[in-house]
């Protein structure tokens, strides 16, 4: 069986050296996902361009996105590490673990974006007719329905990244559902 390894700093082209060193500024350390991004010369600057770009949703929002699809796509690191982002954008540890679970009891905008994101996630960019009449009439709109578009897209790239390499998740462990989504 391939094992997958986590390249150093050293072992990366200058141009993702640069970048390694922004994130060990910006962030303390090099995730593994992006240090596993620079065995490609520009896949983790493109990556952090998307990941990075402007968008019409929340941080809190894109953090709901990001953890029903890591959950969907049953993705350990991205479910590790957005639960360590979700708790610096507000949400505590049972609000993660209910968002995972598909829902957003404790905000009712939040939780029509948890149901059309799960819903776009499973039916591959066909999401319900219901799920998006909820979405749009929690206040979302086209624009936003487009950003959410990004986002999972964003998310499934990092989820299957991780899926295929199975390497080490660098952030916390986040706590195993006993149902998926």
């Known amino acids: ?32 996902l992006y240090a596993y991004y ?11 361009a998307l990941q990075n770009r ?17 959950q969907i796509n049953e ?3 991205c479910q590790s590490a957005h ?6 954008n ?17 905000d009712s905008k939040l939780d029509a974006l948890v149901k059309f994101t799960a819903s776009v996630v ?5 999401a319900t007719e219901a799920s998006k009449e909820a979405f749009f009439a929690a206040g979302y709109t086209e624009a936003n329905l487009i950003d959410v578009i990004f986002v999972v897209g964003d998310k499934i790239i990092s989820n299957y990244i991780h899926n295929l390499t199975d390497f ?11 149902k998926q989504l």
Do not use: H, W
């Open 90 to 106: 507000g949400f505590n540890e049972d609000q993660i673990l209910e968002l995972r679970q598909g829902a957003a009891s404790f």
């Open 38 to 48: 620079a065995k490609n010369e520009t896949a983790l600057g493109d990556y952090l």
């Open 83 to 88: 639960t360590a982002l979700g708790k610096l």
């Open 1 to 32: 069986m391939k094992t997958f390894s986590i390249p150093t700093k050293e072992q990366v082209s200058e141009t993702n050296q640069a970048i390694f060193t922004n994130l060990e500024k910006g962030l303390g350390f090099v995730p593994n």
């Open 75 to 77: 993705c350990r690191y």
């Open 54 to 70: 402007k968008s019409t949703l929340k941080a809190k929002e894109r953090e709901v996105i990001n953890l029903v699809t890591s």
């Open 168 to 178: 080490a998740v660098d952030f916390p462990l986040a706590p195993a559902l006993e």
């Open 122 to 126: 499973e039916n591959r960019g066909k």
